[in-house]
């Protein structure tokens, strides 16, 4: 940006057609500035496409009302998923019963998984990794299968799937600049990997469903079945007015898959290079890394992650006219019909939650992080998350002398795509 010039006093002088590509184009190039801007100088910044709101209370305001701002965005990318339904019967239900289904009892176990994939993994690579496929896909695409119990499907088919869903899901949306060929390309893959999901998905519920009469029938003698979701799920029996039938239970399967491995991977791999490039807390988080107690540590990534979130924004459509920021000299109508992003990486370096936002502090207060959401869509698999990423961080840190062999590389994508690594073996 010219420096003699404000972000606010370039887009006011713009002309209409001019201004949303240019908010785009700094949200994506020089974020924190453009956002410390708007804090300071326009906290809600209404675009000709969406509008902006930048500050920690206002973007936690707009969250917790899921009837005004809803996720109708997502609708035409999910097979009626309960990330589709906003504050209903069906997203209440469903969603409740999977946290239920993912036992957080299950936490310790499933980090010593991870850590055991991981660490698999990279003894396998051998001192060179492309770190991107190799191992930040690799290892949730592992998890999947063996935790949440996705088998019988090549993991690298279970990580194209997440990903194309992903993509068309936060990627591919009106405030998102891509060509028409672009967006139809995207459209299109995620439509041919959901119909292979859907398909495998039926395969997965009818095997595993024989499989579980077949225990039950034998009263586990001949045959035990592993403890995995899936497993977990069909073992369970539900009234039948509850309405969770068996077409209810794959789709929700399915969900596990496409939420855990592109999130996981984007996240790992960025928390990766901030350290690389951040010597000073590279160093802490290595020696952390060798603790019984790996507080300290977590609190290293999830401050990187601040820095460097999956996403820095989220976004609703709003479905009726609501005044945010009431009785503030910034308050401003949000009309009925148009789209709202909570600038989430702009309200985590909002000083009214984040003391000294531009200093680099571990163990900050957990709660006002947004690495999981906020809300009542807040990530249903936060909890594996929580211990997933920075356990795969950890695994690769603790290697002797690592190092990047240069920068990610997004290939003009909106995800890392390949990042090389190489450490000392002997
Ligand atoms: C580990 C497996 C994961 C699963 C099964 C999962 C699943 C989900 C689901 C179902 C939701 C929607 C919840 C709702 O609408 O009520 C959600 C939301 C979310 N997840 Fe996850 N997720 C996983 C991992 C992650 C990771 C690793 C991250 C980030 C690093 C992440 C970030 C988010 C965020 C930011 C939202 C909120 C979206 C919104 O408010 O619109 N998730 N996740």
């Given at each position: ?6 972000y ?26 453009f ?5 300071a100088?326009?906290p ?12 920690f ?5 707009i ?21 589709a ?29 991870v ?5 698999g993994i ?5 001192g ?15 998890l ?8 019988g ?16 899901t ?43 009469k ?11 079945l ?15 007015e ?11 399967a399915?969900?596990?898959?496409i939420?855990?491995i592109e ?27 060798q ?17 460097v979130?999956?996403?820095?924004y ?7 006219d ?8 910034y ?26 936002p ?13 690495h999981f ?6 990530c ?9 990423i920075p356990?795969?961080?950890?695994q ?11 920068d ?9 795509e390949?990042?090389?690594?190489a450490?000392?073996?002997?």
């Amino acid at each position: 940006m010219n420096t003699s010039t404000s972000y606010l006093d370039q887009y006011d002088a713009a002309a209409e057609a001019d201004k949303f590509p240019l908010v785009r184009r700094w949200m994506d190039t020089e974020p924190l500035p453009f956002f410390k801007e708007l804090r300071a100088k326009r906290p809600i910044l209404v675009t000709p496409k969406c509008t902006l709101v930048t500050r920690f209370d206002d973007v936690r305001e707009i969250l917790n009302m899921p009837k005004v701002f809803t996720v109708q965005p997502y609708v035409p990318k999910m097979d009626n998923y309960l990330m589709a339904h906003d504050d209903d019967a069906l997203h209440t239900r469903e969603k409740s019963l999977m946290q239920f289904m993912l036992s957080r009892d299950d936490i310790p176990r499933v980090r010593d998984m991870v850590a055991d994939i991981a660490k698999g993994i990279l003894n396998q690579a051998n001192g060179n990794i492309e770190v991107v496929n190799d191992f930040c896909r690799m290892v949730p695409a592992t998890l999947v299968q063996k935790y949440f119990g996705l088998t019988g499907a090549k993991r690298s088919d279970l990580i194209e799937w997440s990903y194309w869903n992903q993509y068309d899901t936060f990627h591919n949306q009106p405030f998102d600049i891509v060509s028409p060929e672009l967006y139809q390309k995207i459209v299109d893959r995620h439509a041919e990997t959901s119909k292979k999901l859907g398909d495998y998905i039926t395969m997965l519920i009818g095997k595993r469903l024989l499989a579980v009469k077949l225990e039950k029938l034998t009263f586990s003698t001949i045959i035990r079945l592993e403890d995995d979701i899936v497993t977990r799920m069909l073992r369970t029996s539900f009234a039948k007015e509850l309405d969770f039938d068996i077409k209810r239970l794959g789709v929700n399967a399915g969900g596990l898959l496409i939420g855990a491995i592109e999130t996981t991977s984007q996240a790992v791999a960025q928390v990766l290079q901030y350290l690389f490039q951040h010597k000073e807390w590279l160093v802490a988080a290595q020696t952390a890394a060798q603790k019984s107690d790996l507080t300290e540590f977590d609190g290293i990534v999830w401050e990187a992650l601040r820095f460097v979130p999956i996403t820095s924004y989220l976004f609703r459509t709003t479905v009726s006219d609501y005044t945010a920021a009431k009785g503030t000299n910034y308050e401003t109508v949000l009309r009925a019909g148009t789209y709202v992003l909570p600038v989430t990486l702009s309200a985590t370096f909002d000083e009214r939650a984040f003391e000294s936002p531009e200093a680099f502090i571990p163990q900050r207060n957990w709660y006002n992080y947004f690495h999981f959401g906020f809300g009542s869509h807040e990530c249903l698999g936060r909890y594996v998350g929580m211990v997933m990423i920075p356990e795969m961080v950890r695994q690769v840190l603790i290697k002797q002398g690592v190092e990047p062999k240069g920068d990610i590389d997004y290939k003009s994508g909106p995800f890392p795509e390949s990042y090389d690594l190489a450490w000392t073996t002997q």
